[in-house]
Structure formats: structure tokens, C-alpha cells
């Protein structure tokens, strides 16, 4: 883990990513995660409310991804927002 903080850190330094994936990156190495509240309707159903579901994942992607794989209906993201 040590080289790849160093890694980090040099990548930063030298221009090569920015902070917000630096941040990213450690966040991950450190299995940090997240609250998502994601918000959906199901597209293969009569069901054309929207729904919601609170998600633990380290990015919005993962927390759609994670909804996704819980249902066997694809689903229409509507919005997702980080919880505080």
C-alpha cells in the first residue's frame, strides 16, 4: 500500500492527475465509501414510478452498477447525489 500512496502522490506532484482523482484514488486504496441516494424507474415494467434506493459505494457509477445488480429489470437513472 505504501508504493501505491507514494504512486499517488507522485502522480499529483507531477501533473499527471488532479486532486479530485488523487482523492479518489486513496479513498479506494483505503476502502473508503460513500452514501448514494439513486434515484430510478424500471424500463421493462408497467411500473413507471421512480424509486429510490440509498446505496453505499465508492462513486456514483459503482452505486448505479450496485442498483442495477440488485433488480432483474433494467432500470432508467433518473439523478444520483452523494448523502452527507
Do not use: P
Amino acid at each position: 500500500m505504501k508504493n501505491e500512496i507514494i504512486k499517488i502522490a507522485d502522480d499529483l506532484r507531477n501533473g499527471a492527475i488532479d486532486t479530485k482523482t488523487a482523492q479518489t484514488l486513496l479513498l479506494g486504496l483505503f476502502s473508503v465509501s460513500k452514501r448514494f441516494l439513486v434515484t430510478y424507474r424500471y424500463t421493462n415494467r408497467t411500473d413507471a414510478a421512480l424509486h429510490e434506493d440509498e446505496i453505499e459505494a465508492r462513486n456514483c457509477v459503482e452505486a448505479c452498477n450496485k442498483v442495477c445488480s440488485n433488480y432483474n429489470y433494467e432500470v432508467e437513472w433518473h439523478t444520483v447525489k452523494e448523502v452527507s
